[in-house]
T-cell receptor, first 114, second 113 residues
Framework: DTEVTQTPKHLVMGMTNKKSLKCEQH?????MYWYKQKAKKPPELMFV???????INESVPSRFSPECPNSSLLNLHLHALQPEDSALYLC?????????????FGDGTRLSIL | AQSVSQHNHHVILSEAASLELGCNYS??????LFWYVQYPGQHLQLLLK??????LVKGIKGFEAEFIKSKFSFNLRKPSVQWSDTAEYFC???????????FGTGTRLLVSP
């Protein structure tokens, strides 16, 4: 079992809906990440939070809005998504941003946009 | 462009065969190297990592990898694969001072019983 918990595991939404993906870790990690993974492709970094502050936004469209309420939680708010946004969304955490410690990944949320 | 390359996209082996998956990166300077595995329907798991020291690193489940700096390579090996090793394998790299984790395109391994 992974130590990074993501909910929901599956999400189907229309293009006008608003939904949120949630991620939680209790390893005391101070860096948390969102990745997008399309089928048969490697994960692509979307956002990095370090000490609850947004450190990196990889030019992600504003219809994706990350939030880090505290050091254990990471949300990804979704609004007006497009069909091409259908993918597996992975959350990860690591001890620190800028260290060489490995990232731990959650199971992901499989998102389908109708 | 700086990148991570995995030249074998699909590999099919019989049980007990030896495995070597290639990984090359094009970054200069000090790098940190990782191999992750993604079993069907499961999350990405760390197999092994290299930061410094002995270039031959051993990971979980009998896997090992060798860092060859002169070749910019970090190939993954296992002497004898099992059916349960069927999965997708990703090589990934970070650079000291630039910690974004960059993944290779992945190698899909199928082990037939």
């Amino acid at each position: 079992d992974t130590e990074v918990t993501q909910t929901p595991k599956h999400l189907v939404m229309g293009m006008t809906n608003k939904k949120s993906l949630k991620c939680e870790q209790h390893m005391g990690h101070r860096a948390m990440y969102w990745y997008k993974q399309k089928a048969k492709k490697p994960p692509e970094l979307m956002f990095v939070y370090s000490y609850e502050k947004l450190s990196i936004n990889e030019s992600v469209p504003s219809r994706f809005s990350p939030e880090c309420p505290n050091s254990s939680l990471l949300n990804l708010h979704l609004h007006a998504l497009q069909p091409e946004d259908s993918a597996l969304y992975l959350c990860a955490s690591s001890q620190d941003w800028g260290s060489n410690q490995p990232q731990h990944f959650g199971d992901g949320t499989r998102l389908s946009i109708l | 462009a700086q990148s991570v390359s995995q030249h074998n996209h699909h590999v099919i082996l019989s049980e007990a065969a030896s495995l070597e998956l290639g990984c090359n990166y094009s970054y200069g300077g000090t790098v940190n190297l990782f191999w992750y595995v993604q079993y069907p329907g499961q999350h990405l798991q760390l197999l092994l990592k290299y930061f410094s020291g002995d270039p031959l690193v051993k990971g979980i489940k009998g896997f090992e990898a060798e860092f060859i700096k002169s070749k910019f390579s970090f190939n993954l090996r296992k002497p004898s694969v099992q059916w349960s090793d069927t999965a997708e394998y990703f090589c990934a790299v970070t650079r000291t001072g630039f910690q974004k984790l960059v993944f290779g395109t992945g190698t899909r391994l199928l082990v037939s019983p």
